[in-house]
């Protein structure tokens, strides 16, 4: 049965606790990271908690991974944004791999930070995948075995600076400002036989109660399996990393139609991007001071 924790700050001291509906029961351990946490009896203290004496809403919680961890992100890896991309949903070869810096990330009722010269900030919900187990070597995954070593799950908000991101083909510099990686604040643990089912885990994404994104994890184009199987001949994971799988379609960001795309190739490039920042100005989902 999945078991839900949070961390949270009681009085300076940096805490875990179990989470039972809007109720939560301290966890007397000291685990300095998440990678600790998995590996050093966390998990056990928590299906072992009872004293659910807190209140969550009134708790200063966390991101429940922390800074030390990797963020590895998969790009277009789901059929509604690669439709409304402009891409073609069922001609994607390779998996879109990139990074966001650590510190980008934040708890998942925090406030996002805009810099002062972001004006297209958009949101990208997605499923994290966090790892409980070390990746040190080559190995082919399938959806029997991905228990082995994914611990929890956690809902990761990819926030991006578009007028970034886009123009610069940038996507580290666009998306790891600090506070662009809401995350949680809930870490699910579960174990191999519920993470056969991730494909049924509905994503919903809500700006000033519109809902904005709204699908099923089923929809990705690479699942969990030859994710970590490509990452696992690519790098080393370590417990408490996170691989944030992509966001399927609602984002602010809209593709320029074809036409305005072919004029564009024939454009100076700094008149290009100008204008393309001016036509997504003009729209309305893209996040302002206060949402």
């Not at 998995?38 to 928590?46: F, H, I, R, S, V």
């Not at 379609?249 to 072919?262: I, T």
């Amino acid at each position: 049965m999945a078991t839900t924790v949070l961390r949270y700050r009681d009085d300076g001291r940096i805490r875990w606790g179990a989470v039972n509906g809007d109720r939560v029961a301290p966890l007397d351990g000291e685990w300095a990271t998440t990678g600790a946490f998995l590996t050093e009896g966390g998990p056990e203290a928590a299906r072992a908690a009872t004293d659910f004496s807190l209140d969550a809403g009134a708790l200063e919680t966390l991101s429940p991974i922390t800074a030390d961890a990797q963020v590895v992100c998969q790009g277009v890896n789901y059929r509604s944004h690669r439709i409304e991309s402009g891409l073609d949903p069922d001609g994607q070869t390779f998996n879109m791999l990139f990074r966001k810096a650590s510190s980008c990330l934040s708890s998942g009722w925090s406030p996002i930070r805009k810099p002062a010269h972001v004006t297209l900030l958009d949101y990208e919900v997605e499923l994290g995948l966090v790892v409980g187990a070390p990746i040190t070597g080559p190995r082919t995954f399938t959806e029997a075995d991905i228990g082995d070593v994914i611990a929890g799950l956690v809902i990761f908000d990819d926030v991006s600076a578009r007028d970034i991101q886009v123009p610069q083909g940038q996507f580290f510099k666009g998306k790891s400002y600090r506070t662009f990686g809401p995350t949680g604040p809930w870490l699910v643990l579960v174990d191999g036989a519920e993470l056969k089912r991730w494909r049924e885990l509905r994503l919903r994404l809500e700006v000033d109660g519109q809902v904005r994104q709204e699908a099923l994890a089923g929809d990705m184009v690479y699942g969990p399996a030859p994710t970590l199987t490509e990452l696992s001949g690519l790098m080393d994971l370590r417990p408490g990393d996170l691989i944030a799988t992509g966001t399927p379609g609602g984002v602010a960001l809209k593709a320029p139609s074809a036409l305005a795309q072919k004029i564009g190739a024939l454009l100076p490039e700094a008149t290009r991007w100008r204008l393309f920042a001016k036509g997504q100005a003009k729209s309305e989902r893209y996040l302002r001071v206060g949402q």
